[in-house]
């Protein structure tokens, strides 16, 4: 599948780290364009992205921050007929998107999943175990068909936005509403095992103090119940 694809990243701190997930991703895909969307770091991610001479790497920088707005503003500014998006941590993942391009011919969406057999996560036991109370969450609400809600490590084909369209409000829950309502529309899924990485220390964006995990972790229950309540009471494309 030789398209043109344009990988979407968010930063907020990751000076340390967003040079080489950049090189990694040009180096694993040569048809690329980077939207690389920073929220205003203040340990000068965006100051050394800029000096980064590359004419299909578009640089935004802003004053506000949030994931899914972010993800948002990225996917206005791309141009290509395959969007994905990657963790600015885990360049590392990047060797797979040739892989993950290829099961596009058959496919809409092509998620790197933890919960699907050959998967590995070595994350902290906290943000495995959160993870896996929400996603234990969504599939017993939504759908069992999907196993990991929130990856978000992903290709897509474009027109997977004629049937689905993210809402850029929030934290990662945005994606498990986007990704229901492409499976509600009929759009083909796959989930590819993966190895998730260890923490990076200090470079999570829903890590942090507890509080803050637990305060994230409620907005993706209120968030998901919603869309229950869709899948319920409005006509599908799939059938029963």
Known sequence: MDKKVSIILSTYNEASVIEDTINKIFKHLNNVEIILVDDNSPDGTFEKVKKINNPN????????????????????????????????????????????????????????????????????????????????????ILSNKIKDYTSGIFLMRREVLLSAVPIATGHGEFFIEFLYKAYKAGKKIIELPYEHPPDIEGMSKTAGGILRFCYLGFKYFIRVIPVSYTHLTLPTNREV
Do not use: H
Request: glycine share 6%.
């Open 57 to 140: 790497l578009k640089v935004f920088q802003r004053k506000s921050r949030g994931l899914a707005s972010a993800f948002l503003l990225g996917l206005i500014n791309s141009s290509s007929e395959v969007v994905g998006w990657l963790d600015s941590n885990m360049g590392s993942l990047a060797e797979r998107f040739p892989e993950m391009l290829s099961q596009l011919e058959k496919n809409d969406i092509v998620i790197l999943s933890r919960y699907v057999d050959g998967s590995v996560d070595r994350r902290s036991k906290k943000r495995v175990l959160t993870s896996q109370i929400i996603n234990f969450f969504c599939r017993l």
